[in-house]
């Protein structure tokens, strides 16, 4: 199972996290702020995995977005690349060649896709198709439901 | 402005631009402080807020948390937007609550209320908002409010496939977090199992995960799955990639559902049918079959995901360990990946070969692989730590001898740590001494050289391998004349090093005559073979040779005479260095004049070793771990105590000399061990003051170390000294009368485990499993501030015998190092129970207290029973429990008088405090007890069952305890035998 998945930026900064655990926020702080120095003083050419605790850390770097996953003794390292090869397919065919600004001003995107992806720490949707019909189907309500904002106020002359 | 999907809140993206376009972090928490300001102002006095600001606002707050700011406000407003009726603002309001809320009580009644609305919605989108939401909060109230709503929609027919797939995965995530809040109904089981079979690859993966779980906790009632797996697993390794569209990830079919069938037959024995078992068979070999197939692919996802299949597959084979033809496979497989390009697959190898060398039909096929040569030294490290850390009794002697093969080819830079490494195996786990000289002199074969001097127990113990291997034959007359042979065959080899010239020739010197009888190793043979190599060696060796040739003189009368001529020859008897002159001209004499009964007497058998000289012997003999390194001081004087005595003392003394500088070089040694007794009887004394008061006599729990208290090092002796002075401005800590913390959180799971006058220390245990997390609360008495305070818990006796198997992991979290008065600091410790343990940690505490350094000892009162987790069963099932564990050690009976009154209540209470359940009902005798428990360690799990028979008469119990595993049921009856 998937503990938590983390993005940061190669400078350190946090611009996603999500929690499959329940933990307060002192312990996200400092498992966040321990993982991320580990990870970025980490070579290039070293493997994506390492012990942790008790637990195993995956992660790969993307451009300037390192996406970082916890994961339990038992679970499969290699998979888990990925799976979170497969998110970053995700975003970037949603976005269209997704960059670090797409995921820092649409950050409720990247928690819905998540959750289309992933929940509960376990893979729910693995096809790509499905899961950004998912994600269309919400950006046509989305859009329907704007329609219906604008043509009350358009009603009401205030448009 | 970046791109901006769907309705694109624009007031956010424009404060996203703002607080990316500030200069400075205090430019960044203004333009915050002033947003959160607004946000709050909207919220308080806007009453005509439409969803869509509330959107906005909520969305907003999330941002400024998600950078680290915390948010204390707008949950009104989160919550609200559930209720709406527009599917973005309740996906927003759902949002909050899932990152911000997820742990808070506040409104939990709302929310559940909201989810509830939506999940009996028509609007499957609606339904999947309020699933997801459940499944990332996750807690105990929504698996209770919601125990029947979700499995409903699970295994409902007209529920839609993605409904199904959150269902599924929420039902897991319940399950993980509140199983207990969670009612399973066993008519659900057969509809969950055949989720496998859904013609959604979706749905089945999903499902896959939520059974794995149930499967966990219930393996007998989920057995339906293996069969179900196994044909699924089936049909996708053998159809071709195409035939599963976007489930084919990279030219790989279905890999997320393929790893995850895959690991749900590991909770099970290989099949029983031979079909199934025949086509599960047949699938493992599939997958290894295709891992030989050119790749489809040059991308790395496409290798990734064949290979994370193929890892699975080698997972259950290993598993299985049952089909020797797959085993042998998997670890040729694993060969392969081992000479990969890629660290990812070196690293994995590694970590399976690790596991598959404790299967007994691979052990032979991983040998195979110690010797393939890793490129990257950093990776081939990792495996001769695999190797080392594998190691254990049984299969000590293998792996030492593997490590010793791959030692011959090993890499320089690693040769020296893999020496040290042999020697302390070859130590640890000696089962005989023959065993152990072998091992020995094979080192000296090939790493003479790391060996030799200080290399080898550089840090720890400048002891000298050829050293320890000679007393262990002096002190053993059992191995004597087997040390003989086998030194004497170790010469015969071509090259040789120097060192084992040295270990040969004081062996011979002293039991040459052992093996005389042998033709192959007559005395004159010995002596040749000896002097082949002396003209070799340096003068220290020759020396030592030519006592040896001495003690050969009164030995080997009859070859007297070879061994003067040599005496006699010029580059001896004028040798330029003195020393081999010296002996030279002396031994002569000697040989000539003394009569056979003199030189027997001066020549005879060294005597044994005082025991205390080898710590290495010392811990032969015990049994435990090396590497505590407390002699370190002393190792280089011992070192030359040994042997080069006869190196330097000639003739008549030479016995005596030798004895007396080791008798010298050990009074060092000794003195040590005096320092530190004497410190050690500081604390029995203090100890013994108080274990007059003390109630339950049963340990030594806690030592009050006021300023004539003991402390470790020498330095902070004087310094404590001269504090005490100072100290006596202030209410000295007179040496209290502790709290004992004996067995005191046995039944229960919080407690004070400590108090003194100064402190108060308690405790509060939750476990899981083999998990335990432990709140301590250290509360300071006094007025005066405690500083550099550090708490430590140890691992004490038994829980660091074996060194490198750890029965307990520790993870403590770091805490502030001063305690103002008369207040408490709270540190949390993980602590995880990697094999069951007998000997309880000791926690250590130093700190501060008005300058004079305190140090405080005490028995931290974790036992094995807190890894006991209840089980409930049937009286059928515990006694056929009961009967199948009837091997010997797995029962432990006692009969002990009873301390208290024998109240039924009483007993209950402690027994179920225990951990293990208190079954009613299960014996015919109302008045008897009993009961069952798993106890979690992260190797295994041990069944526990246990019957407690009181007798009101004679004021006695009988207590009986079986147990899965050796020792344990023996421990468990010790923790209890005096409680009743």
């Known amino acids: 199972m998937i503990q938590f998945i983390l993005l940061f930026s190669r400078q350190g900064k946090l611009r996603l996290q999500k929690w499959y655990t329940a933990q307060t926020d002192k312990s996200k702080k400092k498992i966040t702020r321990e993982l991320v120095a580990t990870i970025l003083a980490r070579k290039p050419k070293m493997s994506s995995f390492l012990e942790w605790k008790e637990l195993k850390v995956v992660y790969k770097r993307y451009a300037s977005l390192y996406f970082c996953c916890g994961i339990e003794q038992e679970d499969n390292e290699l998979l888990t690349l990925e799976t979170i090869h497969r998110y970053v397919e995700l975003l970037d065919k949603y976005f269209g060649s997704v960059c670090e600004l797409d995921i820092i001003f649409n950050f409720e995107k990247a928690y819905f896709m998540f959750d289309e992806f992933i929940l509960g720490g376990e893979i729910q949707e693995t096809s790509k198709k499905a899961v950004l019909k998912a994600i269309n189907d919400q950006d046509v309500i989305q859009e329907e439901e704007l329609e219906e904002k604008r043509s009350v106020l358009e009603d009401l002359g205030l448009a | ?16 631009s703002d607080i990316r376009n500030c200069k400075s972090r205090e430019a960044e928490l203004r333009r915050i402080n002033k947003e959160l300001t607004n946000i709050r102002q909207r919220f308080r006095t806007d009453k005509t807020l439409d969803g869509y600001q509330k959107k906005k606002y909520v969305c907003k707050l999330l941002f400024i948390f998600l950078l680290g700011h915390d948010i204390d406000f707008g949950y009104m407003e989160a919550v609200n937007l559930l209720s709406s009726n527009k599917y973005t603002e309740k996906q927003i309001g759902y949002l909050f609550i899932s990152v911000i809320m997820n742990n808070s009580t506040e409104m939990k009644q709302l929310i559940i209320q909201n989810i509830r609305n939506d999940l009996q919605s028509r609007n499957p989108i609606f339904i999947n908002l309020a699933l997801q939401c459940v499944a990332n909060i996750g807690e105990k109230e929504m698996a209770t409010a919601f125990t029947n709503d979700i499995p409903r929609l699970l295994i409902s027919g007209d529920t839609i496939d993605p409904v199904k797939q959150s269902a599924a995965l929420c039902l897991l995530r319940l399950h993980r977090t509140s199983s207990d809040a969670l009612q399973m109904n066993t008519e659900w089981t057969g509809r969950i199992i055949h989720l496998l079979n859904d013609q959604h690859l979706g749905v089945a993966t999903a499902a896959v995960s939520l059974i794995e779980a149930l499967v966990k906790r219930n393996p007998e009632e989920y057995k339906g799955c293996v069969n179900l797996a196994v044909s699924r697993l089936s049909r996708i390794v053998t159809s071709s990639y195409t035939d599963f569209q976007d489930y084919t990830y990279y030219f790989v079919p279905a890999p997320w559902l393929c790893v995850k069938l895959l690991r749900v037959l590991q909770n099970y024995p290989p099949p029983d049918d031979p079909s199934i078992r025949s086509r599960l068979n047949e699938c493992l070999d599939t997958i290894l079959n295709k891992a030989q197939e050119p790749l489809k692919s040059k991308k790395v996802q496409h290798s990734n995901a064949r290979n994370a299949v193929l890892f699975e597959a080698i997972n259950l084979i290993i598993h299985m360990d049952c089909e020797s033809t797959l085993l042998v496979r998997a670890c040729n497989q694993l060969g392969q990946f081992l000479q990969n390009r890629e660290t990812n697959l070196r690293y994995l190898a590694l970590e399976s070969m690790c596991l598959l060398a404790t299967s007994e039909f691979s052990h032979d096929a991983v040998k195979k692989h110690q010797e393939t040569s890793e490129r990257d030294v950093s990776v081939r490290q990792r495996a001769v730590d695999l190797l080392y850390a594998m190691c254990d009794r049984s299969n000590a002697q293998d792996i030492v001898q593997e490590m010793l093969t791959y030692l011959e080819t090993a890499d320089y830079t690693i040769r ?15 089962i005989d001494y023959k065993w152990y000289l072998d091992i020995m002199l094979k080192l000296i074969r090939i790493a003479g050289d790391f060996v030799s001097e200080e290399v080898i127990y550089d840090r720890a113990e400048k002891g000298k391998v050829w050293y320890r291997v000679i007393q262990v034959v002096v002190n053993r007359s059992d191995v004597q004349s087997y040390g003989a042979k086998i030194a004497f065959e170790a010469l015969q080899a071509l090259a040789c090093h120097e060192n084992m010239v040295k270990v040969t020739g004081y062996i011979l010197g002293e039991y040459g005559n052992l093996i005389a009888l042998d033709p192959r190793s007559i005395p004159m043979i010995q002596f040749e073979l000896l002097h082949s190599k002396y003209h070799l060696c340096s003068p220290t060796t020759r020396c030592l040779l030519l006592s040896t040739y001495m003690k050969f003189v009164n030995l080997f009368p009859e ?12 580059s001896n008897f004028r040798s330029s260095d003195v020393e081999i002159q010296q002996r030279s001209i002396e031994y002569l004499k000697l040989s000539e004049v003394c009569t056979p009964t003199v030189l027997a007497t001066v020549l005879e058998v060294m005597p044994p070793y005082p025991e205390k000289v080898s710590p290495l012997l010392v811990r032969l003999k015990q049994k435990k771990p090396l590497m505590d390194g407390s002699l370190s001081g002393a190792g280089g004087d011992e070192s030359t105590a040994a042997v080069d005595g006869l190196n330097h003392e000639s003739t008549h003394t030479e016995t005596h000399k030798t004895n007396e500088q080791l008798t010298s070089s050990h009074a060092i040694n000794l003195n040590q061990h005096t320092v530190q007794q004497q410190q050690q009887n500081g604390l029995l004394v203090s100890l013994d003051n108080e274990s ?33 002075q100072q100290s006596s401005f202030y209410p000295k800590p007179n040496s209290v009368p ?44 006094t007025d005066i501030n405690m500083t550099s305070f550090s708490p430590s818990l140890a691992l004490t006796g038994e829980l660091i015998q074996q060194a490198f198997i750890l029965e307990l992991r520790v993870d403590a979290e770091q805490i502030k190092s001063t305690i103002e008065p008369k207040t ?5 410790l993980t602590i995880e129970c990697l094999k069951e343990f007998r000997d309880i940690p000791k926690m250590n505490l130093s700190f501060f207290y ?25 009286s059928n099932n515990f006694f056929l429990r009961w009967k199948n564990l009837d091997k010997p050690g797995q029962e432990c009976q006692k009969i002990f008088s009873a301390k208290n009154p ?28 009993c009961g069952a428990g798993i106890l979690h360690t992260t190797g295994q799990q041990i069944g526990c069952l246990y019957r407690l028979e009181p007798n009101k008469q004679t004021k006695m119990y009988r207590l009986s305890v079986r147990a899965s595993k050796d020792t344990v049921a023996t421990r468990l009856t010790e923790l209890l035998e005096d409680q009743f």
């Not at chain 2, 340990?699 to 003991?710: D, F, K, T, V």
């Not at chain 2, 408490?824 to 949390?828: A, D, F, V, Y």
């Not at chain 2, 039924?904 to 008897?928: A, M, P, R």
């Open chain 2, 1 to 16: 402005m970046p791109n901006m999907r769907g309705d694109g809140m624009r007031g956010l993206a424009v404060f996203i």
């Open chain 2, 416 to 430: 020296e740590e893999m020496v040290l490494k042999i020697a302390i195996l070859g130590e640890k786990y000696a």
């Open chain 2, 559 to 570: 070859i007297k005479q070879h061994i003067q001529e040599v005496l006699r020859h010029e």
């Open chain 2, 692 to 724: 007059s008061t003390d109630e339950n006599n049963y340990s030594l729990a806690s030592i009050l170390s006021n300023s004539s208290a003991p402390i470790t090092s020498n330095n902070f002796y004087k310094q404590s000294s001269l504090d005490q």
């Open chain 2, 738 to 781: 502790s709290t004992l913390g004996s067995k005191k959180l046995l039944f229960k799971t919080s407690d004070v485990i400590f108090e003194n006058d100064l402190l108060q220390i308690g405790a509060k245990l939750e476990t899981q499993k083999n998990i335990c997390r432990c709140e301590l609360y250290f509360g300071n008495k």
């Open chain 2, 824 to 828: 408490q600091t709270k540190q949390m």
């Open chain 2, 850 to 874: 008005s300058n004079v350094p305190q140090k405080l000892e005490f028995s931290f009162p974790l036992y094995i029973n807190k890894f006991i987790e209840k089980v409930e069963m049937d």
């Open chain 2, 902 to 929: 024998i109240d039924h209540e009483d007993c209950s209470q402690k027994l179920i405090g225990f951990g293990w359940s208190n079954l009613v009902g299960i014996d015919v005798n109302t008045e008897n007890f």
